[in-house]
């Protein structure tokens, strides 16, 4: 066993995913280790039912894995009770997924306040902070809006902004290009890159568009569970 | 989790679908005002039946009587003992004589009531003077002073108000012998003059001073009303009364019976209010149900964002509880509104009628806080299985589902 202090950023020791849906057994995760660095722009991708999204649930700790260990920041995330963890992901996580939900009583810049309010800055503070927050990321036109009047490139990027407020050191991206025409998903991919270099944000990113599969420093492949190509990009 | 947002929250979800959120109000207020309309009306009438039996300083005062024994004599000596009574303030008597008026109707004498008072008797009891003066009962050379009741003047044929003071009755009085003591005693045709009206509660008579009655043989009393220094004491007095051997009434007791079938009236029409209430809350249930169903997808966003399920429960909470907070007061305001203008209608059929206005509706602070507490309990429990619910949605079945 490694000490805390000299793990990775992100590690996956063994984790083992295993659905059980009536006599049948799938193993969506069949062991895997991982490690990787903190700043680092990480492409997982492979064909669908493949293990990707429910590797994605596992470290964002809302899907225990069946055996193996997730460690996050020198934390093992599921020795957290479930609202530690759900607190744990409020400061450190943020996440982005193929179509955005949203609190429809809420408009957009109160959407993107959610995860400060979830960590307990209060909701006037919390929406001040998501409007100059917005208007950082360049997205103010989007402020008075309700979400579901957007595009869908435009709710990608208020997704984005609602990931990233609490400033969190690693963004999930789920196929965040999904629902996206070409040009808007471009848009998205070069948001995220952005992050990626200016803020040094881990990001992990979902997709199945081969187009993006090189732009991070590392991409992933994966099938039936497992880790079957690991390339890191020189430099 | 701040609670500004959690409320705020809840009232934005209510807006948001604004129908749903009234239909849901409206339900509420129907079986809040039920409560508030139906049980203020309880406490108007417990009232006026209160007031109608214990007017006045009724509740300092104990009636006492000699029953049906014939060896306890209430007399002077009966005073003296019940004055040494510790607490007791002041006795006073009256004594009933019978009267006969042959003057008016000759052919049908009219039977009277005519009682000897003592001079504070009619204050204790309630009376009030409504035309002349007490000052004027000062026997003088003339006839005997009396009072009358209102209600007499149309049987003497005397006209009423200011225009009665002065006026000379006659009447033969027959003293039985418990008061006489002895033999009853007939006195006839004695000469009386009307100095004061006097309005009350009981049957019409004539009234006079005992002070005046010194050729009338009155050693007995029919009954003392003796009131005590404070009410807390009154029931100690009452058996000490009671151990000198005579027989007490206290309007308390009646009072207290009487509150006993109005609580209990009380309780029966909450109960159909409560119904009501119910209802409502089956009602709000439901909303709250559906409402969760709806969001499912916002709650497993909120917990995948990092939301707590016990912020979660919360904001369920927090909306059922708002609910109850609205459909509380709105229905105490509604049931008020409702109440005041029933009572205005009875009103004025009452003074069309040639009756008094009442006040039939009685809304006590503490009555009014416990029907908020109320709407807001409902709200809160109606809350419980949606909020309870709302917290164990497990995000990744809805990620799934999608």
């Known amino acids: 066993m490694e000490d805390k202090e000299t793990r990775k950023q992100i590690e996956l020791d063994h984790v083992v995913k295993v659905f059980k849906s009536g006599n049948t057994t799938v193993r969506a995760l069949g062991g895997i280790n991982l490690k990787i660095d903190q700043g680092e722009f990480l492409v997982l991708y492979g064909p669908s039912g493949c293990g990707k999204s429910t590797l994605l649930n596992t470290l964002i700790g809302i899907e225990k894995p069946t055996r193996g260990e997730v460690w996050i920041n020198g934390t093992n995330l599921y020795t957290l009770k479930e609202d530690d963890r759900s607190e744990y992901r409020a400061s450190k996580f943020g996440v982005v997924y193929q179509s955005q939900n949203w609190i429809k009583s809420l408009n957009s810049k109160e959407n993107v306040a959610l995860p400060l309010v979830a960590r307990g800055v209060k909701f006037r503070e919390a929406v001040d902070k998501a409007e100059k927050f917005m208007e950082e990321l360049k997205i103010s036109e989007l402020l008075r809006q309700t979400p579901t009047q957007l595009s869908g490139g435009q709710q990608q990027k208020l997704g984005i902004a609602r990931a990233l407020i609490s400033n969190p050191k690693i963004i999930f991206a789920d196929e965040p290009t999904g629902n996206l025409d070409s040009k808007s998903s471009n848009i998205v991919i070069d948001f995220l890159m952005k992050i990626n270099r200016d803020m040094k944000r881990t990001i992990i990113l979902i997709t199945h568009n081969p187009e993006y599969w090189d732009i991070g420093h590392r991409k992933i492949e994966m099938e039936d569970g497992k880790v079957i190509k690991d390339v890191k990009k020189n430099g | ?402």
């Open chain 2, 1 to 402: 989790m701040d609670k500004h947002f959690i409320f705020l929250f809840a009232i934005r979800n209510m807006t948001f679908r604004k129908l749903r959120a009234a239909l849901t109000i409206i339900g509420m207020l129907i079986g809040i005002s039920t409560i508030v309309f139906l049980v203020s009306f309880a406490f108007g009438l417990e009232k006026l039946v209160k007031n109608e039996i214990s007017n006045g300083n009724a509740m300092q005062l104990i009636d006492v009587g000699t029953g049906n024994s014939q060896i306890v004599k209430l007399n002077g000596d009966a005073v003296a003992r019940i004055k040494e009574l510790s607490d007791v303030k002041a006795i006073e008597s009256i004594s009933n004589v019978a009267a006969m008026e042959k003057t008016v109707n000759k052919d049908k004498p009219l039977d009277l009531s005519f009682f000897v008072v003592s001079k504070g008797y009619l204050g204790l009891s309630g009376y009030s003077l409504k035309y002349g003066s007490d000052q004027s009962l000062q026997k003088g050379d003339g006839p005997f002073p009396v009072l009358i009741n209102e209600g007499l003047l149309d049987e003497l044929k005397i006209e009423g108000g200011q225009a009665a003071i002065g006026k000379r009755i006659y009447l033969d009085l027959i003293v039985p012998k418990q008061i006489t003591g002895s033999e009853p005693v007939s006195l006839p045709d004695l000469e009386f003059e009307v100095v004061g009206i006097v309005d009350g509660n009981s049957a019409s008579g004539v009234f006079m001073h005992k002070e005046f009655v010194a050729d009338i043989p009155i050693n007995n009393f029919s009954k003392l009303k003796v009131s005590t220094i404070s009410v807390s004491n009154i029931e100690a007095v009452q058996k000490q009364i009671e151990g000198l051997g005579f027989k007490t009434e206290y309007v308390g007791e009646t009072v207290k019976q009487v509150e006993q079938v109005f609580n209990l009236f009380k309780i029966i029409l909450a109960g159909f209010g409560t119904i009501a209430l119910v209802v409502a809350g089956l009602g709000m249930l439901n909303t709250l149900t559906i409402s969760l169903l709806e969001r499912t997808k916002e709650v497993a966003l909120l917990k995948i964002i990092g939301v707590k399920s016990k912020d979660i429960r919360h904001i369920f909470l927090a909306e059922a509880i708002t609910m109850g907070i609205f459909g509380g007061i709105i229905g105490v305001a509604f049931g008020y509104f409702l109440s005041r203008v029933t009572n205005k209608v009875i009103d004025a059929i009452a003074v069309n009628s040639g009756g008094d206005p009442a006040t039939l509706f009685i809304f006590p602070f503490w009555f009014v806080a416990l029907v908020l507490i109320f709407a807001i309990t409902t709200g809160l429990l109606t809350g419980f299985y949606p909020a309870i619910r709302a917290s164990k949605i497990n995000p990744l079945d809805v990620i799934r589902y999608e």
